[in-house]
């Protein structure tokens, strides 16, 4: 069975740091592009970062780019997300997703972590 | 990118079927076949239901259909069932990004 747990979700000052952590089990983890989706409250999906199973294709969305870093250690199964500079609009539940192998769809869902960017 | 465009709410009764339409561009829903569908309960994690446009993932109620012409996709629920009450979202691959989603629906069983 196809288990995505995150962890690292806080309360964290505008400007601060963070880092989320994302430990997959029941598929082989260095077969799969992974994702980072996030929901801000009373908001919709956005689609944050993407990484391939080897590490070296990464794409984030204009909205992160220059302050999140995606990660992925495969010998651990395990994704991370490195988040900078946040602000108060980065407050979300941050979802870690498994894509499909067979084409662009996102799978398996984890539960998610809730991140609070507030003074 | 701008958010793929959705009805906020859509209702039924139970045993009705309701449509969710999904409007993009061509840059988008139109130029990829490459559409999917997520359920969201409340509380719960999402859950996809429909990838490529039209498929069904293995497990999936075939209460679920989909359909796309030009730059509008659609979701089609039959036989509707409280458990069917949830936030729907598209979603296409674009241009820009590999992934637009939709502004979401919420689904209302009366």
């Known amino acids: 069975e196809v288990q995505l747990v995150e962890s690292g979700g806080d309360l964290v000052h505008p400007g601060g740091s963070l880092r989320l952590s994302c430990a997959a089990s029941?598929?082989?983890?260095?077969?799969?592009?992974m994702i980072w989706v996030r929901q801000a409250p009373g908001k919709g999906l956005e689609w944050v970062s993407k990484?391939?199973?080897?590490?070296?294709?990464?794409y984030y969305a204009d909205s992160v780019k220059g302050r999140f870093t995606i990660s992925r250690d495969n010998s651990k199964s395990t994704l991370s997300l490195q988040m900078n500079s946040l602000r108060v609009d980065d407050t979300a539940i941050y979802y870690c997703?498994?894509?499909?192998?067979?084409?662009?769809?996102?799978?398996?869902w984890g539960q998610g972590t809730l991140v609070t960017v507030s003074s | 990118q701008s958010a793929l465009t959705q009805p906020a709410s859509v209702s039924g009764s139970p045993g009705q079927s309701i449509t969710i339409s999904c409007t993009g561009t061509?840059?988008?829903?139109?130029?990829?076949?490459?559409v999917s569908w997520y359920q969201h309960p409340p509380g719960k994690a999402p859950k996809l239901i429909i990838y490529?446009?039209?498929k069904r993932p293995s497990g999936v109620s075939n209460r679920f259909s989909a359909s796309k012409s030009g730059n509008t996709a659609s979701l089609t629920i039959s036989g509707l069932q409280t458990e069917d009450e949830a936030d729907y979202y598209c979603c296409s691959f674009a241009e820009s990004s590999p992934y637009v989603f939709g502004s979401g629906t919420k689904v209302t069983v009366l």
């Open positions: 061509g840059s988008d829903v139109g130029g990829y076949n490459f």
């Open positions: 990484m391939n199973g080897s590490g070296n294709r990464i």
């Open positions: 997703v498994k894509e499909v192998s067979y084409g662009l769809a996102l799978e398996y």
């Open positions: 490529d446009d039209t």
């Open positions: 029941g598929f082989t983890f260095s077969s799969y592009v």
